[in-house]
């Protein structure tokens, strides 16, 4: 892709501080949008406020900049989107494309996290009910630039999905296919564990005449015991001492060849160096890595 053509962007959500899974995603979207001299944009995921940690969202800030990222252009906060979300909600419902469901967890319970459809045709009002989308039996395909080809049948995989909660909160699905389209993103670099949302936002992209962007997922990195990295799993923050040595271990992760002429320089230095031998076709080909591997 030519400069111009390439917009990325980081999109971590403010529940907890970055960590080494965290660092690898924001590397490899960084270097891969800064390779070719594209544009790589901030946006802070804060669609759940009782899920947000206090202090959070500036002590994402601060850990980036610490290790030497830089963004183009002005943070934005998905929470100043509200606006943006329930215009397209509301005319999906208006259209018939997108229904109110009233079913509990418990009445879900044994679905294995399967729409069954059960209030397809209630014809309830939009109040005090979640919000699905009405999705079509098609399976949809996309050619992702490290897993290969990802393929997935939307009515036996998924089911109708939500796009606004019951407590009025709007789903990631729907936000982040909207601030994609609105943020002009061509390129999606993020973690392999987002995978199996993709064929939701292309078929949402499809239904509101989006372009497509081209998709990256990254392996994630999980604890030894199989868990994804993260606040729930006791996660180290990163720290800025470590800057430098966490960098070019999340290098190694993503495949690239680090030099020992690397060890002592600044986190700046580091991406600097990492840009110019950026090479996207080294990420490993997995959907996970051990974090204990990785040592």
């Not at 965290?22 to 390779?35: G, I, P, T, W």
């Not at 009782?50 to 290790?67: C, D, K, T, V, W």
């Not at 950026?278 to 051990?290: F, K």
């Amino acid at each position: 892709m030519t400069a111009p053509s390439y917009i990325g962007r980081f999109a971590p959500t403010p529940s907890g501080h970055l960590h080494f899974g965290s660092l690898v995603a924001a590397l490899a979207s960084y270097l891969d949008a800064r390779a070719v001299g594209g544009r790589w944009l901030l946006r802070m995921e804060d669609l759940d406020p009782p899920r947000e940690m206090p202090g959070a969202q500036a002590a994402i800030l601060h850990a980036l900049e610490q290790y030497g990222f830089e963004w183009d252009g002005e943070l934005v906060r998905q929470s100043d989107r509200h606006a943006a979300y329930a215009e397209v909600v509301d005319r999906l419902f208006s259209l018939g494309l997108a229904y109110a469901c009233t079913c509990s967890r418990k009445q879900l319970e044994g679905y294995n996290g399967i729409y069954p459809g059960l209030c397809r045709n209630a014809g309830h009002s939009m109040d005090n009910a979640a919000i699905r989308l009405r999705v079509p039996e098609l399976t949809y395909a996309f050619e992702d630039r490290v897993q290969g080809e990802y393929r997935q049948h939307l009515g036996r995989e998924v089911g109708d999905f939500v796009i606004r909660r019951r407590d009025g909160l709007y789903a990631y699905q729907l936000a982040v296919v909207l601030d994609d389209a609105w943020q002009g993103v061509t390129d999606i670099v993020r973690g392999a564990d987002l995978l199996d949302s993709t064929a939701r936002q292309l078929y949402l992209q499809e239904l509101l005449g989006l372009s497509q962007p081209r998709y990256l997922h990254v392996p994630l990195i999980v604890q030894p015991d199989g868990h994804k990295l993260g606040k729930s799993y006791r996660s180290p923050p990163l720290t800025p001492d470590q800057a430098t040595p966490l960098l070019l271990r999340a290098l190694r992760t993503l495949g690239q060849v680090t030099d020992d002429c690397l060890n002592d320089a600044t986190p700046r230095e580091v991406l600097d160096w990492a840009i110019t031998h950026w090479d996207a076709n080294l990420i490993p080909r997995t959907l996970t890595l051990a974090e204990a591997q990785l040592r």
